[in-house]
């Protein structure tokens, strides 16, 4: 089992920033892909950016490019999402989750096993 806990979500006016953290607990010790995905009221939860066990492969949804960073930390178990040039439509409770399949990003949420609660992040127009 792995617990993931998310971080960092809050209000922000539009065009601001905002770093998300997730923390994995548990059994960590195997390698995974992490990505964040969001969910907007009314909306299916989407795929916003993942990225490798290594680090070494990234891959951003369309909506994400030119504005978000992925990047984790595996001695402390922990990937971020740096948002930049937030906008109204980038609300939404924001999740982190893990897959086995360590060698690359996928994008459809059917493929992540764990996943975190979420942290609301609210931009203001």
């Known amino acids: 089992q792995v617990q993931l806990v998310e971080s960092g979500g809050g209000l922000v006016q539009d065009g601001g920033s905002l770093r998300l953290s997730c923390a994995a607990s548990g059994r960590t010790s195997s390698p995974n892909t992490m990505a964040w995905f969001r969910q907007a009221p009314g909306k299916e939860r989407e795929f916003v950016a993942g990225i490798t066990w290594a680090g070494t492969m990234t891959h951003f949804a369309d909506t994400a490019k030119d504005r978000f960073t992925i990047s984790r930390d595996n001695a402390k178990n922990t990937v971020y999402l740096e948002m930049y040039s937030l906008k109204p439509e980038d609300t939404a409770v924001y999740y982190c989750?893990?897959?086995?399949?360590?060698?690359?990003?996928?994008?459809?949420?059917?493929?992540?096993?764990?996943w975190g609660q979420g942290t609301q992040v609210t931009v203001s127009s």
């Open positions: 989750a893990t897959s086995k399949v360590h060698s690359r990003v996928l994008s459809a949420a059917s493929e992540y096993d764990y």
